[in-house]
């Protein structure tokens, strides 16, 4: 093949201008011109279908991502000591927004909500008392009055508090229909429903998930039921 080529590269040096070599060659660098003109035009048509298929898929993406920030989870850093030992400061919590969508908090539910007396600021409780319910906390205990416990019943803490933790404050308090009282683990160094009163449901961002931070410490965080 390579004498070939040679060959022919011979040929076409030898006839004289308006020969039928001369024609063969224009005609040959002809084909070359429109070989590499196609081969730059296929170049750029690949580079602009790659470019808009990245575009494409980045602003899928945002959108997922806003729609998720927006409606679904959302990321919330822990500060300060409220909640310990169960959160610690600096934990980093994965909150579900869309499960009290579906359905209303459940007692003992660890929630992300703003501060009734300042909207701008989100704090971290657990669910004690539910709609409907009246609460007291008396002589280091909380007990629960509602329509099945007319008579009350004394909160069994034992699932997220040590024995010796005891809920500080003498107080009764009644909640409406969308009403909820919280307290943090913490009870000791916890400002919550015993100091600034209730919760209401619009105020509840929703329900902390996962403590995806430290890794060491990865958690997932399922409901439980109390023991009576």
């Known amino acids: 093949m390579e004498e070939i080529e040679k060959t022919n590269i011979v040929n076409l040096k030898d006839q004289k201008p308006g020969g039928a070599g001369a024609n063969m060659e224009l ?5 070359g ?88 600021e ?6 004690i008392g539910l709609p ?30 040590a024995d010796t933790v005891t809920t500080a404050g003498s107080m009764s308090e009644e909640l409406g229909s969308d009403e909820y009282f919280v307290l943090g683990d913490n009870r000791g160094a916890s400002s919550d429903s015993r100091r600034w009163g209730l919760v209401p449901k619009r105020n509840i ?4 998930w996962v403590r995806a931070w430290p890794f060491n410490d990865f958690a997932v965080f399922e409901s439980f039921e109390y023991q009576k």
């Open 27 to 31: 005609k040959d660098k002809k084909i």
């Open 33 to 120: 011109m429109d070989d590499q003109d196609g081969g730059a035009m296929g170049a750029v048509k690949n580079f602009l279908d790659f470019s808009f298929e990245t575009i494409r898929v980045v602003i899928v993406s945002l959108i997922i991502i806003f729609v998720v920030r927006s409606f679904v989870i959302q990321p919330f850093f822990v500060k300060g000591s409220s909640m310990e030992p169960n959160f610690q400061d600096g934990n980093y919590l994965i909150v579900n927004e869309i499960g009290y969508r579906l359905e209303a908090p459940k007692r003992g539910d660890v929630i992300v909500f703003r501060y009734p007396l300042d909207q701008s």
């Open 122 to 127: 989100f704090f971290i409780k657990r669910v």
């Open 132 to 161: 409907g319910e009246t609460v007291e906390v008396k002589d280091g205990k909380v007990k629960i009055y509602n329509k099945e416990n007319p008579n009350g019943f004394q909160l069994n803490e034992s699932e997220y508090l």
């Open 205 to 208: 961002v929703g329900e902390a």
